[in-house]
């Protein structure tokens, strides 16, 4: 009965890998994997549905740390506080990030609880932020693709509201344009507060995170 449990619940992943994500016995607990969620290419740079990489450029930047290209997608590694943060954006597109996380997870060993993921989110107003440890994918294809390929909806994301005014089926085209010059302005000061946010998740745990900051 376990048995067939598990291919069940592994239909994107294959016992071994189900495996890695969870019970690893060499998983390191004081790594953190932060996924900021966009598309690579000069025409996605600073549109609404590359919020998350441009979240990460911020962070890097703040913390005079760079980006480096490896396997599926940007990496920039540091230590904070004696943990081990890993920044990852990656190169397999929006739809198809989980093919990318799933790699710097097993690569890294990192546990699956330690992971966090930037996305742009429709549903919420501009500029409001929602963390969370599981939920749907609220019909973001990139979530969607995070939740076949890990095969759970239960990992932190935090989701970045771009909501706004557009005509109908015209939402490809909302998401993929850039930002106004008001929100732009606003920008600087919600990419500070998600820096704060990114160091408290990883010092404090995402409940902690979650109570200072989804109020706000």
């Given at each position: 009965m376990l048995?067939?449990?598990?291919?069940?619940?592994?239909?994107?992943?294959?016992?071994?890998?189900f495996f890695n994500l969870r019970s690893k016995p060499n998983i390191d607990m004081n790594k953190f994997l932060i996924v900021g969620i966009g598309n690579i290419g000069k025409?996605?740079?600073?549109?609404?549905?590359?919020?998350?990489?441009?979240?990460?450029?911020?962070?890097?930047?703040?913390?005079?740390?760079?980006?480096?290209?490896?396997?599926?997608?940007?990496?920039?590694?540091?230590?904070?506080?004696?943990?081990?943060?890993?920044?990852?954006?990656?190169?397999?597109?929006?739809?198809?990030?989980?093919?990318?996380?799933?790699?710097?997870?097993?690569?890294?060993?990192?546990?699956?609880?330690?992971?966090?993921?930037?996305?742009?989110?429709?549903?919420?107003?501009?500029?409001?932020?929602?963390?969370?440890?599981k939920?749907?994918?609220?019909?973001?294809n990139g979530l969607k693709n995070i939740q076949e390929v890990l095969n759970t909806t239960i990992y932190n994301r935090l989701r970045f509201g771009i909501g706004g005014n557009f005509s109908k089926g015209r939402q490809s085209d909302f998401v993929l344009s850039k930002w106004s010059k008001n929100e732009q302005s606003e920008l600087i000061t919600l990419k500070l507060l998600i820096n704060q946010i990114i160091k408290n998740y990883v010092n404090s745990g995402v409940a902690d995170t979650m109570n200072k900051f989804n109020s706000k």
């Open positions: 048995f067939l449990f598990l291919i069940n619940q592994t239909h994107s992943l294959n016992w071994l890998e025409e996605y740079f600073e549109t609404r549905h590359n919020i998350g990489f441009e979240i990460l450029d911020y962070v890097c930047k703040e913390l005079n740390e760079t980006f480096s290209t490896e396997k599926l997608g940007d990496i920039a590694k540091f230590k904070l506080k004696g943990k081990t943060l890993i920044l990852l954006k990656p190169s397999t597109y929006v739809n198809l990030s989980g093919k990318s996380i799933r790699f710097w997870l097993q690569k890294e060993n990192i546990p699956i609880e330690n992971l966090l993921v930037i996305s742009d989110d429709l549903n919420l107003d501009f500029g409001v932020i929602r963390i969370r440890t939920g749907s994918d609220g019909g973001h």
